[in-house]
């Protein structure tokens, strides 16, 4: 396809990290620390990589001191095993919950400002799910930066990549995986400020591009996390792994969608109905408020269904409530002073004195770029594209399975950073690629079609219709029916993007364009999900199918799912890793396919 | 409860394809908590999809939608309608892009260059001190991480820098500065020369005329002022003033 647009220039390089976050530059810090001088460009779709999701974790990370009298390894595995609904995968479990406290003191000793205890260690707390003795009682496993944490790991990895020397490219975006045979020599980058494409190639590509959670119309998400990363790997013809897995917050703040922590629940606020009755006493009667997230989410989407959530006019969602006010002043002015203050900022209200409005909001892909343990992406189960890695968010290892417990992202996503940088700088050579003849076409016939079509169709209207779409029928309940439809309107509103027109044709900042792609890859991945979320006809973890409730023995596996065609998806799949009970050692019957109950 | 309001939001735009400059009107009825971020989103999708601006994590913790509002620097992501025409006294919006870096279109601003200045404070450990307890967490009592822990809550959205009288004439500006304040008070680091050599530099703390807007305008309320008058009296000139 012959177009205006051409390769401004190419920039050579050793790695190139696709995503300035809390996983890439924990991967860029590592490669800097095991080989000093090495020549990394980081680009970042945001403003600057302190602009980036990460920033905004607040509860803290899942880390078993070796020094805890009580806390051991194996009881944060089961945990995890446990609340993944048995479709983790063993020895990604194993692998990142024994190298917990080796991450928290990397983080501390880098610089991190952890919130400390009276004796000067860091302190922790606890978090939904996290157990001791196989889920007897509470652990004390979360080490936490207030309540912020994601902005201290943030600060500390961002400044460890700048401190080792680290090129950014900020405001940019990838479009285009660069491919020699089976080997990934970088990526095609589109740097937003002034409009030019550049190639540029590298010895090893990290993926580390985070979250979809723009698929859905109530999220916790960041304006930009609208599944590029995913979007350009299915492009690329390459798998997702469990796409259907997608986890929903049970307290977002209504409107923004903005997250209510779990530690709100953990320091003791409650969950009220619209008759104030504390509800979670009738779903999970023993751990209520700290029962896992998607446990939580179901039982407040069930009270609103059943008439018994409060409408909110201004923004005319239903939702219930969360009872603040009987916790000290301490607590809210020490333990969640920011958590506590978005509802002052956000929603007009006092936590202090009022009841505050939450309802389920988005908040986590666990599927997603299928990797091995060292964070290597898969063509196939026993087959590897060479040169690239996937961490973080964007990234399955799998860690989470269907279910993500609080605490355990932060974990992931800075060991298997770490991890991909270790293997990473073993696997540099000293071959310097050169770009292909045909790199950057694929990106050019994309983008003169959004800029050569022309229609009535407005993209942040259409946009709109899918995230209605996606959260009332792929959202916390689905059903064979409502599956059907979204994936026949997800087609009709490919058709109708593809008439959609842009105002502005300019290539500088021009943000019109960027969310005409951004709807490109929105639909693409929502696409994936819908199908991955119609083939499982059983209910696990974050994905729940009201008219086949129960977990089933036959889908004990990982969905991978690719694009054949152009919206036609075909679905395989890999088997769930299960060594822990496999070797057979102490406490592996924890570890078979248990009940998940709590 | 579901009053609405009616605003007209007076917005500076720039177009680097022409360097035309202007100020465009946009009149929204729109209800009591809605924020400025959600206005911008209305009008791309209601009015006028070209307005370009900025924002990511939209809940006051990444600094990206810092605009001027009526001359106010501020996130527009935590300005509710409400609290605006409360707090302004009005329903007329002027709305312009912060002027600590060069505008790349309408309201966004180059970020980057604006953080060359935080870069050279250098935001990290330089030099670590050693860790008595190798490989454990380093001993810092709360007390002792109470006195600068207010000023690691900082976001880099550079609304101190804007209103800083000083920061446009050669000051690296207050935001800077206390990320490396920050790190004269952090126990783990032991580059205090090369610390207190740059604040005590040309661009250091004595461009400061100690007006303390950046305290007054802080999103995070942070007290910046503080900070740098610790360093202005000397604070952390003596070792043992951690």
């Known amino acids: ?598 | 409860m579901d009053s609405n309001y009616k605003l007209t939001l007076k917005i500076k735009r720039y177009n680097p394809d022409t360097k035309e400059s202007w100020v465009q009107d946009y009149v929204l009825e729109v209800g009591r908590i809605l924020r400025f971020t959600d206005l911008f989103r209305k009008i791309n999708n209601e009015l006028d999809a070209s307005l370009a601006w900025n924002s990511s994590c939209e809940h006051a913790q990444c600094g990206t939608c810092a605009v001027k509002v009526n001359g106010k620097p501020l996130l527009a992501c935590e300005l509710l309608v409400e609290n605006a025409v409360n707090q302004f006294h009005t329903t007329i919006f002027h709305i312009e892009p912060i002027t600590i870096a060069p505008v790349v279109r309408d309201l966004i601003v180059d970020l980057e260059k604006a953080y060359e200045r935080v870069n050279e404070a250098k935001p990290y450990i330089i030099e670590p001190a050693k860790n008595p307890s190798q490989g454990n967490d380093y001993q810092i009592f709360p007390r002792n991480l109470e006195r600068y822990v207010d000023a690691t809550r900082c976001i880099n959205c550079f609304c101190c820098a804007t209103v800083c009288i000083s920061s446009h004439k050669g000051f690296l500006g207050p935001n800077a500065v206390m990320a490396s304040i920050v790190r004269l008070m952090d126990p783990r680091e032991t580059a205090r020369k090369e610390r207190l050599d740059t604040l005590y530099s040309e661009k250091g703390i004595y461009r400061c005329h100690t007006s303390k807007a950046c305290s007054f305008v802080c999103p995070k309320e942070i007290d910046v002022a503080h900070f740098i008058a610790l360093a202005k009296e000397g604070r952390f000139k003596s070792k043992d003033s951690r």
């Open chain 1, 1 to 598: 396809m012959t177009s205006k647009f051409k390769i401004s220039s190419t920039i050579h390089c050793d790695v190139l990290i696709v995503g300035a976050g809390g996983a890439g530059l924990r991967c860029a810090a590592e490669i800097l620390e095991k080989r000093p001088g090495t020549n990394i460009v980081a680009v970042t779709k945001v403003a600057h990589p302190q602009k980036s999701h990460t920033q905004t974790a607040q509860g803290g990370m899942a880390a078993v001191d070796p020094q805890d009298p009580v806390d051991k390894p194996i009881y944060h595995m089961f945990d995890t095993w446990k609340g993944s609904d048995c479709s983790a995968d063993q020895n990604i479990i194993r692998k990142i919950v024994e190298s917990g406290w080796e991450q928290t003191v990397w983080m501390e000793n880098h610089g991190m400002h952890l919130s400390r205890d009276e004796n000067g260690r860091v302190s922790k707390r606890t978090f939904g799910g996290h157990t001791l003795n196989f889920g007897e009682t509470s652990a004390f496993r979360c080490v936490f930066e207030a309540d912020r944490t994601g902005k201290g790991i943030m600060d500390n990895v961002w400044g460890e990549a700048l401190k080792g020397g680290t090129s950014f490219i900020n405001q940019a975006i990838a479009t285009e995986l660069v491919f020699k045979g089976d080997n990934c020599v970088g990526a095609i980058i589109f740097r937003q400020k002034d409009g030019e494409f550049v190639a540029v190639l590298a010895k090893a590509t990290v993926l580390a591009t985070g979250g979809n959670g723009q698929v859905f119309k109530v999220t916790t998400n960041c304006r930009q996390n609208t599944g590029d990363g995913l979007a350009i790997t299915i492009q690329a013809g390459l798998p997702v792994m469990d796409p259907e897995a997608i986890q929903f917050h049970p307290t977002g703040i209504v409107g923004p969608g903005i997250l209510a922590s779990e530690t709100l629940r953990s320091v003791g606020g409650i969950l009220r109905n619209k008759d104030l009755e504390p509800f979670m006493e009738r779903y999970a009667p023993k751990m209520k408020e700290l029962a896992p997230r998607d446990l939580v989410a179901r039982a407040i989407e069930t009270e609103i269904r059943e008439g018994r959530g409060i409408l909110n006019p201004d923004h005319d969602i239903e939702h219930v409530w969360i009872d603040l006010r009987h916790l000290s002043d301490y607590i809210h002015d020490v333990q969640i002073p920011e958590v506590s203050s978005f509802f002052r900022r956000f929603v007009n209200l006092d936590p202090k004195k009022d009841l505050c409005p939450v309802r389920p909001s988005n908040h986590y892909q666990m599927g997603g770029i299928p990797t091995n343990e060292f964070g290597e992406v898969q063509k196939s189960n026993d087959e590897l594209i060479h040169g690239l890695f996937a961490v973080g968010e964007c990234a399955a290892a799998s860690f989470h399975g269907f279910n993500r417990l609080g605490t355990n992202s932060i974990l992931e996503l800075i060991t298997m950073g770490k991890v991909a940088g270790e293997k990473g700088v073993a696997s540099l050579g000293n071959e310097r690629p050169e770009l292909p003849k045909n790199a950057g076409d694929m990106t050019f016939s994309l983008f003169s079609k959004f800029m050569e079509q022309k229609g009535r169709d407005n993209p942040g209207q259409i946009r709109e219709e899918m995230r209605m779409l996606m959260t009332e029928k792929v959202g916390v309940f689905r059903t064979e029916d409502g599956i059907g439809l979204a994936i026949e309107v997800l087609e009709e509103l490919k058709e109708r993007a593809g008439e959609a027109t842009l105002s502005s044709k300019s290539l500088s900042m021009n943000q019109e364009l960027i969310q005409r792609w951004e709807l490109h890859n929105l639909l693409s991945v929502s696409t994936f999900i819908a199908h991955g979320a119609l083939n499982r006809r059983e209910s696990r973890g974050g994905h729940f199918r009201e008219d086949f409730p129960e977990r089933k023995d036959q889908f004990n596996y990982h969905t991978l799912a690719f694009m054949t065609e152009p919206g036609q998806v075909e679905l395989g799949q890999r088997p769930i890793d299960m060594s822990i009970y496999e070797e057979r050692q102490e406490h592996y019957e924890k570890f078979g396919m248990i009940e998940r109950k709590y």
